[in-house]
C-alpha cells in the first residue's frame, strides 16, 4: 500500500529541512569566527611572549656590557639585581611558548646560567669582593651570547607577524609528530646570532622626577594671562594677537598658561612666566642640513632666547627632525638634572619644539661643594677594560630625588665602545655606568 505526500507536506518537510540547514550554516559560521577569534588571541599571545623574552634578552646585554665596565662591589651589586630580575622575566616570557623546554635546553640552559651567574656577583660583592679578571671574561662571553640571542628573537617576531599559516595548522603538526613553526624558529634562535641594541634616545638623566614640586617656580611671582600671551608669542615667533588662549590651563606641579595658533602649542607657568613647551606641528619632507647644523641652530635660538649657560649633550635625528639636549652647567660643572630640549626641522631649519620642563623642575643655584676624593683618586677605581679619554665633574639625579656630584670620566673600552662612568667625589663609589653610540646623526646613551 503506496502512503500519498500531500504537497502542502512536502513543502513544509523542505521548508523544514531548510532551515534546519540554515542554522545549522550559522552555527557553523559563528563557530569558525569564534575559532577564528580565539587563534587570533593566541598568536597574538605568542607574539607579546616572544617580543617580551626579546626586550629582556637586550637588557640583559645592555646590563653585561655595564658590567664590563664596572669595577666596585655596589655598582655590580646593583648591576646583578638587575640581571637576575631579567633572567627571571625572561624565562616566564619563554614558559608562555608552545615549545617543550626539554626541546630548547641550551635556551633553558643559558638564561638559569645569567641568574646564577648574577646571583654569584652578587654574593661577591656583598662581602665586597670587587670582580676578577675571569669575571669580566665571563660578562664578555655572556654577553656575545644575548646579544645574538636577542637578534634572533627580533627575527622571530617578523616572521610571526608574516607567517599566513593558522595556529590549527602550526598545532597539527605537533600532533602528527613534527615540530611546530616555533618550535622550528626558536631551535634556529640557539645557534647563531647577532644584535641591534635598543637606545634611550633623551641622554642620560632627562626627564628626571617631575613629580617634584620646583623651587625654582614656588619662589616666583605671579603674572597674567596677558603677560604670559606676551612671552610664548616671543618663543613662536608671532605677535601676541595670533595666539589663542587654549580651553583648558595646565595645573599640576607645574600651573600653567596655555595658547594655541594654527598648528601650535605653547605654555607659560603661572609663577614667574617661564616657557614650559613648544610644540609646531610640521611634516618634513626633506632633510637639507647636518645633524651638526642643527645643533647650531638649537643653540642660536637659545642664545636669542637669553638663555644662558646651557651646553649641548646629546641628539638625535629621526623623521626629518633632530632633537638637541642641553645641559646647565654651573661654574664648569655640568647639570644634567637641568635639561632642556630643542626639536629642529631638517628641510628649513625652523625650530618645532622647545621643552624645558625639566629645567623648570629642578634648576636652582647651588652651593657646590668641595670634591672629598681627588679625580685621580676616583679614576684609579675604574674597570682595567677602560682608558680614561677625558673627565669633568658633573651633577645627576639619584631615585630618592637626592643630586649627586659625580667625576664623569668618558673612556675607551678594550673592545671599541666610547663608555661614560659616574664616580661619587665624597665616596669613590660607582654612581653610573652609560654606553655613548654615536652614530650618523645622532649621539645616544644606553
Not at 170 to 176: V, Y
Not at 203 to 226: C, Q, T, V
Not at 240 to 266: V, W
Request: with cysteine; aromatic share 8%; charged share 25%.
Amino acid at each position: 500500500m503506496k502512503t500519498i505526500i500531500s504537497r502542502r507536506t512536502l513543502v513544509r518537510i523542505i521548508s523544514f529541512a531548510t532551515a534546519i540547514t540554515c542554522v545549522l550554516a550559522a552555527a557553523d559560521i559563528m563557530y569558525m569566527c569564534r575559532l577564528s577569534r580565539a587563534e587570533k588571541s593566541i598568536e597574538y599571545g605568542y607574539q607579546e611572549a616572544v617580543e617580551e623574552l626579546a626586550q629582556s634578552a637586550d637588557r640583559i646585554s645592555a646590563t653585561l656590557t655595564k658590567g664590563l665596565y664596572a669595577s666596585s662591589p655596589q655598582m655590580m651589586q646593583k648591576l646583578s639585581s638587575e640581571l637576575m630580575s631579567e633572567a627571571t622575566t625572561a624565562k616566564n616570557a619563554l614558559t608562555k611558548l608552545p615549545v617543550a623546554t626539554s626541546n630548547l635546553e641550551k635556551t633553558e640552559k643559558f638564561l638559569s646560567q645569567i641568574g646564577n651567574y648574577a646571583t654569584s656577583l652578587s654574593e661577591a660583592a656583598a662581602d665586597g669582593t670587587s670582580p676578577s679578571y675571569e669575571d669580566y671574561q665571563t660578562m664578555s662571553t655572556l654577553c656575545d651570547n644575548a646579544e645574538a640571542f636577542s637578534d634572533e628573537l627580533w627575527s622571530l617576531k617578523s616572521k610571526l607577524l608574516s607567517n599566513d599559516r593558522t595556529i590549527s595548522e602550526l598545532f597539527s603538526d605537533l600532533e602528527d609528530g613534527g615540530e611546530s613553526f616555533l618550535t622550528d624558529s626558536l631551535l634556529a634562535v640557539e645557534d647563531g646570532f647577532e644584535n641591534t641594541p635598543k637606545l634611550i634616545y633623551d641622554g642620560p638623566f632627562s626627564d628626571h622626577i617631575l613629580e617634584k614640586s620646583s623651587e625654582m617656580l614656588e619662589n616666583a611671582e605671579e603674572i597674567s594671562e596677558d603677560e604670559a600671551r606676551e612671552i610664548a608669542a616671543s618663543y613662536c615667533g608671532l605677535e601676541s594677537y595670533q595666539l589663542k588662549t587654549a580651553e583648558y590651563a595646565e595645573e599640576g606641579t607645574m600651573p600653567s598658561y596655555r595658547f594655541t595658533a594654527n598648528g601650535i602649542s605653547c605654555s607659560v607657568t603661572k609663577n614667574g612666566g617661564y616657557v614650559c613647551y613648544m610644540l609646531r606641528r610640521q611634516n618634513v619632507r626633506t632633510s637639507n642640513m647636518s645633524a651638526e647644523e642643527a645643533v647650531e641652530s638649537a643653540k642660536t635660538y637659545l642664545e636669542n632666547l637669553g638663555i644662558e649657560d646651557m651646553s649641548e649633550t646629546y641628539y638625535e635625528t629621526y623623521n626629518g627632525v633632530c632633537t638637541v639636549n642641553f645641559a646647565y652647567s654651573q661654574d664648569g660643572v655640568v647639570c644634567y638634572t637641568d635639561l632642556i630640549k630643542v626639536a629642529v626641522a631638517l628641510d628649513d631649519g625652523e625650530i618645532i619644539g622647545y621643552d624645558a620642563r625639566g629645567f623648570l623642575m629642578n634648576h636652582i643655584e647651588r652651593t657646590l661643594s668641595e670634591p672629598t676624593l681627588s679625580e685621580t683618586e676616583c679614576q684609579s677605581n675604574l674597570s682595567p677594560m677602560l682608558s680614561v679619554v677625558s673627565s669633568g665633574i658633573a651633577i645627576i639625579p639619584s631615585d630618592s630625588v637626592e643630586e649627586k656630584l659625580c667625576y664623569e670620566y668618558k673612556c675607551q673600552s678594550t673592545d671599541g665602545k666610547t663608555v661614560l662612568v659616574y664616580v661619587n667625589t665624597e665616596t669613590g663609589e660607582e654612581e653610573d655606568i652609560l654606553i655613548l653610540l654615536e652614530t650618523e646623526g645622532s649621539v645616544l646613551t644606553i
